[in-house]
């Protein structure tokens, strides 16, 4: 069994900063990638940005040079520095883990509110 526990979300002002962590718990030791999306009231979950083993990423293009993702090199944990939020980010974001044998984790998600 596998958990993926979030933290970090929170209200935060325009243009102010969060950093939103992940840790995988159970029989895991490797993964593919791990990645976060969010959801939005009234909106599909989109892809926010994702990381592999090796350390690439990619961002979605409304996140790219204000969020940065991370991974944790000693466990299977990984984060999302946001910054330059704006009230659009605001979604209950999910933290996403993709086994090499093609099985997708997800946590339980946290919230992320922008708003003055």
């Known amino acids: 069994q596998v958990q993926l526990v979030e933290s970090g979300g929170g209200l935060v002002q325009p243009g102010g900063s969060l950093r939103l962590s992940c840790v995988a718990s159970?029989?895991?030791?490797?993964?593919?990638?791990m990645g976060w999306y969010r959801q939005a009231p009234g909106k599909q979950r989109e892809l926010v940005a994702e990381?592999?083993?090796?350390?690439?990423?990619n961002y979605a293009d409304s996140v790219k040079g204000r969020f940065a993702i991370s991974r944790d090199g000693a466990r299977i944990a990984m984060y999302l520095q946001m910054n330059s939020l704006r009230p659009e980010d605001t979604a209950v974001y999910y933290c996403?883990?993709?086994?090499?044998?093609?099985?997708?984790?997800w946590g339980q998600g946290t919230q992320v509110t922008v708003s003055s």
């Open positions: 990381i592999n083993t090796g350390g690439s990423a």
């Open positions: 159970g029989s895991i030791i490797s993964f593919a990638t």
């Open positions: 996403k883990l993709l086994t090499t044998w093609g099985y997708a984790y």
